[in-house]
């Protein structure tokens, strides 16, 4: 699942991020192992960022026509060039 991260081109997106950031860290690390610890940050920012940015839209039906043709288009200069 990705992140609709072009929305980190808005700065009121980004001042959200990173006061939701401040927000969500302030809680106490889990004790434990180093990579317990990482887990935890790594899935604490991921989770805000997610939060803030949303979700990443799929390729609209316009790109993959437009990408479908590209593929014909370079397959089709494969086929002349070898021929």
């Not at 609209?60 to 288009?73: E, K, M, S």
Request: net charge neutral; glycine share 8%.
């Amino acid at each position: 699942m990705g992140i609709h991260t072009s929305k980190a081109k808005n700065p009121e997106k980004v001042e959200m991020l990173v006061k939701s950031l401040e927000d969500a860290l302030q809680t106490k690390a889990p004790e434990g192992d180093a990579k317990q610890r990482w887990d935890h940050l790594r899935d604490t920012i991921h989770g805000t960022a997610f939060s803030v940015f949303g979700r990443k839209q799929g390729r609209t039906q316009d790109w993959i026509d437009a990408n479908a043709v590209n593929t014909v288009i370079e397959g089709n200069h494969v086929n002349i060039a070898s021929s």
